[in-house]
Antibody, heavy 119, light 111 residues
Framework: EVHLVESGGGLVKPGGSLRLSCAAS????????MHWVRQAPGEGPEWVSS????????FYADSLKGRFTISRDNAKNSLFLQMNTLRADDTAVYYC????????????WGQGTLVTVSS | NFMLTQPHSVSESPGKTATISCTRS????????VQWYQQRPGSSPTTVIY?????PSGVPDRFSGSIDSSSNSASLTISGLKTEDEADYYC??????????FGGGTKLTVL
């Protein structure tokens, strides 16, 4: 069974940094494009970033303005999101998700990790 | 880039059919596949339709997807509504820059 487990969320002050992790199991992680998506409280999902299987192609939402960095370690079946200069409007549940076909859709999603940016 | 616009809410009675639309603001809806996700309160989104009209295994055939080039929109249709179908539904596509685009979501109430 495909399983994605995010970790690393928590409370951080504005301007701070946080590194999220996503542990993958149940599939050949190195063969799949992966995504990060976030969902602010009471809002719909917002795509954050994607990374190709070999990390050759990386894409970010324009709104992030270079503050976030996606990476992966195929040897450890892990996906990461480094978030810097965090702001209050970055507060959200952050999900990692597999891209089943490389066609920019998401299935499955992890259970999410909550990031709260507040002083 | 384009936006995907969904109605804020849809209500229908059990046993009836509900249809949720997703209108693309620019460019043809047929250019890029559309997916639909269901999200129940407190849970992560799950796929109910992918690649316009494909149903993942385990999703009942009461769920169907379509696209309409004349209205430049995609639709999710749920027939034989059950109370368990009550959830938020999001359409999703992608643009030419490989950016994923979500619709704003539709709250389906089955009452």
């Amino acid at each position: 069974e495909v399983h994605l487990v995010e970790s690393g969320g928590g409370l951080v002050k504005p301007g701070g940094s946080l590194r999220l992790s996503c542990a993958a199991s149940g599939f050949r992680f190195s063969a799949f494009k992966m995504h990060w998506v976030r969902q602010a409280p009471g809002e719909g999902p917002e795509w954050v970033s994607s990374i190709s299987p070999s990390s050759s192609y990386i894409f970010y939402a324009d709104s992030l303005k270079g503050r976030f960095t996606i990476s992966r370690d195929n040897a450890k079946n892990s996906l990461f999101l480094q978030m810097n200069t965090l702001r209050a409007d970055d507060t959200a549940v952050y999900y990692c998700a597999r891209d089943p076909t490389g066609g920019d859709w998401l299935d499955p999603w992890g259970q999410g990790t909550l990031v709260t940016v507040s002083s | 880039n384009f936006m995907l616009t969904q109605p804020h809410s849809v209500s229908e009675s059990p046993g009836k059919t509900a249809t949720i639309s997703c209108t693309r603001s620019s460019g043809s809806i047929a250019n890029n596949y559309v997916q639909w996700y269901q999200q129940r309160p407190g849970s992560s989104p799950t796929t109910v339709i992918y690649e316009d009209n494909q149903r993942p295994s385990g999703v009942p055939d009461r769920f169907s997807g379509s696209i309409d080039s004349s209205s430049n929109s995609a639709s999710l249709t749920i027939s034989g509504l059950k109370t368990e179908d009550e959830a938020d539904y999001y359409c999703q596509s992608y643009d030419s820059d490989n950016h994923v685009v979500f619709g704003g979501g539709t709250k389906l109430t089955v009452l």
